[in-house]
């Protein structure tokens, strides 16, 4: 009797939904997130786009580390942020529906604004900052492991724009 009040209590207050399969897989195969959703940036998310996955996460690219913010968006699309994720090639495997992955590195442009009852509203606006795309025939030509350490470092802008097949800042 108490599980059911409990339950009740739960879904009363609108449970948060549990994460997609697409989510799931992101986080296995990349270690993006390791936050659940309901604890997240809203901006962080994992969309469908026809043959492909876009993954937003929170993530300035300032001028003073803007190579090291590049660097680690090419490391973490080809082989994961953390060192146990397997990298793309997993996540393709995983997802044999798409055949293409973008990870966007986004910031908040956040604009304050008065309401009709003289209340400050806050605006915040997901502006990204560099976008990483891999697709899996290219994907499939990289290893991980050497990725990772070619990823790192003093060329590892340079290396990244080789190996993945679209890499935009503004």
Do not use: H
């Not at 609108?14 to 195969?29: C, F, L």
């Not at 803007?66 to 996540?91: E, F, I, Q, Y």
């Amino acid at each position: 009797m108490l599980i059911c009040s409990l339950v009740t209590v739960g879904a009363a207050r609108g449970s948060p939904a549990p994460p997609s399969k697409d989510e799931i897989a992101v986080q296995a195969a990349l270690g993006l997130f390791l936050a659940l959703p309901d604890r997240r940036e809203a901006g962080e998310r994992v969309v469908r786009r026809q043959q492909g996955i876009e993954i937003w996460y929170l993530r300035p690219v300032s001028r003073g580390t803007r190579a090291d913010a590049l660097c680690d968006g090419m490391r973490w699309l080809v082989a994961g942020r953390l060192t146990s994720a397997p990298g793309a090639n997993d996540l393709f495997a995983r997802l044999p529906g798409i055949d293409e992955l973008t990870l966007v590195f986004y910031d908040l442009e956040t604009s304050v604004e008065p309401d009709a009852r003289g209340r400050y509203r806050q605006a915040r606006n997901a502006r990204p900052q560099a976008r990483f795309t891999l697709r899996r025939g290219t994907a499939a030509k990289l290893q991980p492991a050497p990725a990772r350490v070619a990823l790192q470092g003093g060329g590892c802008v340079a290396a990244g724009r080789q190996m993945l097949d679209e890499v935009w800042t503004p």
